[in-house]
């Protein structure tokens, strides 16, 4: 008869409070009574706990279920721990193991830890001892899996400070993520293209309690639909060609972080019935399997669609709308906060002299005149692109239009308004090439041209007027 504890098909596991973001552990021992107290005192220490009396239960409950630690003894009938531990390595090479032995011997010993063992403990059991080797491997691997994730956030150098420019837009947005950030609730950021989603994304999880875990980004968009279940909710050893051995989903690594949802716009309908469970229940079922898996997870949605449009298409489902629309935060385009973009050009110049170990002082005047009148259709990554260009192409101490890229020069700004360096001036111009650009698609019908703009047929005089605009 199976032994087998904890985590079989058809249970779902047990988890305590502490539990839900710390880690599974197996204990294999065909002992009834060592092995049952041990899983009671990693129980009670919060751990996810179960069980197996031999190798080879061992083994199945392995290929449904990625542990993070395996504690074995070294002698059982059957498969033996060294053979356990050789099958483990080869099908779980993530995961930990911890040998038990009776023998005290330093051959026994550094023949396990050759093999792969990360350590291993001697009967009979010392529990403190016990426990204080498993936490002490469980926070190398937690800490290891921490570095590797947090390195690429601290190299992309994405903070609340990297949200760059001083118009009311952006101050708003600032507003609403100190707002939103030290709350639990999920939060739907919109907005074109380039405009710095992700930026914002992480701007929140940093500003969170959140902080010390990751943040993971997946694009919802540019990953094929049967790949992008397994990645988000994982998947067993066998559920589809290719699943060689059982791996976690992003909602399980994340581990108490924050899961950025990219393009959520685009996630397949089947998949959306899914995703709403994950929300609601917090937990996911990972492909093939038939446990879930309770998981600790923020989860920031973004898209450039207009999912209330979805919604009524039929292509979006709108229970998942509410639900991940509880926060929004909209992020208007570029070419809306022109006041921006001498900000953005310094950090850009800045942050590629660091990148391309060059000495920009910035932009000339002729350049900056090219950069505000652009309509920025890709926003800030075109703009980004466009000034990472020119310091390649570009010398000196001054970065000057010819070193722009060639398709900007093609919309060359009227320059009798732009005067010297300053914000004002160059404002001036900005404004008054955007309402003739205006006017002129309304075909001169000031009426129009006024609504398109947001402003009052009177105030549209004003302005023509102080502009000297025909």
């Known amino acids: 008869m199976s032994c087998l504890r904890g985590l079989v098909a058809g249970d779902s596991p047990t988890y305590t409070a502490r539990a839900m973001t710390t880690s599974s552990i197996l204990v294999v021992d065909d002992d009834a009574a060592s092995r049952e107290s041990l899983i009671d005192v990693l129980s009670e220490e919060g751990f996810s706990a179960s069980g197996a009396c031999t190798g080879e239960e061992a083994m199945e409950s392995l290929e449904e279920t990625e542990f993070d630690l395996v504690i074995t003894d070294l002698r059982m009938p059957g498969m033996s721990g060294m053979d356990l531990l050789t099958r483990v390595r080869d099908l779980r090479p993530q995961t930990l193991v911890i040998l038990i032995t ?17 350590d291993y403990i001697i009967k009979p059991l010392v529990y403190e001892d016990v426990l204080a080797k498993v936490t002490h491997l469980l926070e190398r691997k937690e800490l290891a899996w921490q570095i590797q994730h947090l390195r690429r956030e601290v190299e ?10 001083k118009s009311k837009a952006m101050r708003e947005i600032v ?12 939060v739907l950021i919109t907005g074109e293209s380039g405009v710095g989603k992700e930026v914002v994304a992480r701007a929140i999880h940093r500003e969170s309690p959140r902080n010390g ?12 639909e049967n790949l992008l279940e397994a990645q988000l909710f994982g998947h067993i050893r066998g559920a589809f060609t290719g699943a060689v051995t059982s791996q976690e989903g992003l909602f399980q690594r994340a581990r ?71 926060f929004e935060i909209d992020i208007p385009p570029l070419r809306d ?45 075109e703009l980004d692109n466009a000034i990472e260009h020119a310091m390649i192409v570009g010398s000196g101490d001054w970065i000057t239009a010819d070193a722009l890229p060639g398709r900007l020069s093609g ?14 001036p160059a404002m001036r111009f900005y404004e008054r090439n955007h309402i003739k650009n205006v006017l002129s698609r309304a075909e001169g019908d000031k009426k129009a041209a006024a609504e398109t703009l947001g402003i009052s047929l009177s105030s549209l005089y004003r302005k023509l007027e102080e502009l000297q605009i025909d």
């Not at 875990?213 to 094929?224: E, K, S, T």
């Not at 900000?343 to 900056?368: C, P, Q, S």
Request: net charge negative; glycine share 8%.
């Open 213 to 224: 875990r990751i943040l993971l980004p997946v694009n919802c968009g540019a990953i094929p």
């Open 337 to 381: 906060r022109p006041e921006d973009i001498p900000l953005l050009v310094e950090f850009l110049v800045r942050r590629h002299n660091a990148e391309m170990n060059r000495h920009f002082k910035g932009v000339d005047n002729e350049a900056m005149k090219t950069l505000l009148g652009q309509p920025w259709k890709g926003n800030v990554r």
């Open 102 to 118: 009776a023998f005290a011997s330093v051959e026994t010993a550094v023949e396990a830890l050759r093999q792969g063992a990360h």
């Open 256 to 326: 108490g972080g924050t899961i950025f949802l990219d393009e959520i716009g685009d996630l397949p309908t089947s998949l959306q019935v899914k995703l709403l469970r994950a929300i609601e229940e917090k937990e996911v079922l990972p492909v093939g399997g038939t446990s879930p898996v309770v998981v600790d997870v923020r989860i920031i949605a973004a898209t450039n669609q207009d999912l209330e449009d979805a919604v009524k298409a039929g292509t979006f489902r709108d229970d998942l709308f509410y639900r991940l629309n509880v």
């Open 411 to 424: 919309s060359e700004p009227d320059s009798a308004f732009f005067v010297g360096d300053e914000l004002k």
């Open 156 to 165: 992309s150098r994405f903070d609340i400070e990297n949200l760059i420019g």
């Open 175 to 186: 507003d609403r993520i100190h707002k939103v950030a030290p709350t639990d609730s999920t």
